[in-house]
């Protein structure tokens, strides 16, 4: 995923698009909860400009990271879709909503903001929720996992007798 800004002049009048396979499993060292990464797969296209490179990408792919409760191995797939826009010189301003890199050379390297939007995906917790799969189990004895929403709808037997109170008028 690199290119000289000559090889991407020549693309200037015809377009870019891009679709690869990119093999990313060095994030496992970057990042020890990811205990797998499939390669993961490009597909977009570029606007390229004198001196503004434009790619709008999406990034797909598969990884793996520890339950937050058990630390079993569950699976996360991802879909990214970006903007990234380069620009061959610093003294440019740019004014827009996605983010802007500076070539430093004159090589266009996509990897690294690949990279940087994959670890972004990465959630601050994840759970494994069958408990065939490894995971925490969902009840036991005298005790359950209770969502959000089943306990807003339950009414505590103890208090039952207490809302019959507010329901009659005086």
């Known amino acids: ?3 000289s800004i000559h090889q991407l002049n020549k693309y200037r009048s015809k377009g870019l698009t ?3 396979a990119i093999d990313v499993s060095d994030l496992k060292e ?3 909860e990811i205990r797998d990464i499939s390669p993961v797969h490009v597909t977009g296209r570029a606007d390229l400009g004198a001196n503004k490179f434009t790619f709008h990408l999406q990034i797909t792919g598969t990884m ?3 339950c937050s ?3 079993v191995d569950v699976s996360l797939p991802f879909d990214v879709q970006t903007t990234e826009v380069y620009l061959a010189s610093p ?3 740019y004014e827009g909503d996605a983010d802007v890199h500076y070539l430093h050379g ?3 390297d996509l990897l690294p903001a690949i990279k940087e939007n994959i670890l972004l995906e990465i959630p601050m917790q994840i759970f494994c929720d069958t408990e065939a799969a490894g995971g925490a189990p969902m009840k036991g004895q005298d005790w359950q996992v209770v969502t959000e929403v089943e306990k807003t709808e339950k009414v505590d037997p103890r208090l039952a007798g207490l809302a019959k109170f507010f329901d009659k008028q005086n």
């Open 1 to 3: 995923m690199k290119w």
């Open 18 to 20: 891009i679709d690869e």
């Open 30 to 32: 970057v990042n020890h």
């Open 64 to 66: 793996v990271l520890p």
């Open 69 to 71: 409760r058990t630390l």
């Open 91 to 93: 003294e440019e301003h």
């Open 106 to 108: 004159e090589v266009l």
